[in-house]
């Protein structure tokens, strides 16, 4: 079975744009969590979503948002990028809520 | 607040054992956890210990978690070059929370 799968692999943007990341989970897993890792730090939590609703938010500002497809594959949109949000953007999923995550290989963002 | 705490660095000759540690602040944690991250890769779970329990082995791993001190750790026996890797420490409440990640350097 294929694992966590995300796309694109990399991607460059500049300030002021925006940007959709996807992800599709796990086969048979409902649950999908986004999190955001800079360079030498652990991931940080930006949402979890479950059965398409929103079940977590993590601190971050408005200009992120996401959603969960019936197919339980996932998006995450940023808007006015800014210089920070250069980052790892990891998508994982789980049966159901997160007792167990599965990581994807995640998304490496640039923002110049 | 949610809060996990862990060394950045540890250097460890090969075929010794490497002990990983890691401290908490929420006691409501209901799991923890270990995760392996090799470079230009995502997170992998390598373990994850119940809250009412003190130990727990798998092959290599054995994650101790002492509860009244918030202190979990992780210990690798016979350490191999494949073991080189950023380790998390992550804790559940209602999100997983993870700490900054231990630097694990094998030396020949």
């Known amino acids: 079975d294929a694992g966590v799968t995300q796309s694109p692999t990399h991607l460059i943007k500049t300030r002021g744009q925006h940007v959709t990341l996807r992800c599709s989970p796990i086969?048979?897993?409902?649950?999908v969590s986004w999190y955001q890792q800079v360079l030498g730090q652990g991931p940080q939590f930006i949402f979890q979503?479950?059965?398409?609703?929103?079940?977590g938010r993590g601190n971050f500002p408005d200009r992120f948002s996401a959603r969960q497809f019936p197919n339980y594959s996932s998006e995450l949109n940023v808007n006015a990028l800014l210089l920070g949000d250069s980052a790892l953007y990891l998508c994982?999923?789980?049966?159901?809520?997160?007792?167990?995550?599965?990581f994807g290989s995640g998304t490496q963002l640039s923002v110049l | 607040g949610e809060d996990v705490e862990q060394s950045l660095f540890l250097s460890v000759r090969e075929g010794d054992s490497s002990v990983i540690n890691c401290t908490y602040t929420?006691?409501?944690?209901?799991?923890l956890y270990w995760y392996k991250q090799e470079p230009g890769a995502g997170l992998q779970l390598l373990t994850y210990?119940?809250?009412?329990?003190d130990m727990k082995q798998d092959q290599r791993l054995t994650v101790l978690l002492n509860k009244k001190d918030k202190h979990l750790s992780l210990r690798i026996a016979d350490t191999q070059t494949g073991d080189s890797a950023i380790y998390f420490c992550?804790?559940?409440?209602?999100?997983?929370?993870f700490g900054k990640g231990t630097r694990l350097h094998i030396l020949p």
């Open positions: 992550a804790e559940r409440y209602d999100k997983i929370i």
């Open positions: 979503y479950y059965e398409k609703e929103e079940r």
């Open positions: 994982a999923s789980s049966l159901r809520g997160v007792e167990k995550l599965f």
């Open positions: 210990i119940f809250s009412n329990m």
């Open positions: 929420d006691s409501s944690s209901t799991y």
């Open positions: 086969s048979g897993h409902k649950s």
